[in-house]
């Protein structure tokens, strides 16, 4: 159980990395938005959690129209970015979630007999 409970994690934390990425590129955003967000999310993490995801929210807008892209286009892949995060945050949730209540659930069949 502890093999596969392994490559449960490994492999959310591997979608962690990637899901932001593919949904930025799948709506359109560019290199420099993608970096805009990555920095967004550097200086947000001094600001709480909240500041971190609004950080990269700004970061990738910002970065878009730093790359020469018109606002809607930015503010588009921004959000695509923001969504992207918050699945893999959410992904993340839920196994934790799960592996919580499963080590909860073994800890309650404690056989007492000696």
Known sequence: MIVVWTVIVVLTGVLDYF????????????KYGI??????????????PVGMVLGM????????MV?????????KSGLATFAGTMLSIGLKL???VVITIYIL??????????
């Open 19 to 30: 899901v932001p990425v593919w949904f930025a590129k799948k709506y359109g955003a560019s």
């Open 105 to 114: 659930m073994e800890l309650t069949k404690i056989d007492f007999n000696f």
């Open 35 to 48: 970096w805009g967000s990555v920095i967004g999310m550097i200086i947000g993490i001094f600001f709480t």
């Open 67 to 75: 790359g020469g892209n018109d606002s809607v286009t930015a503010v």
């Open 94 to 96: 839920v196994v934790s």
């Open 57 to 64: 929210l700004i970061g990738a807008i910002i970065g878009e």
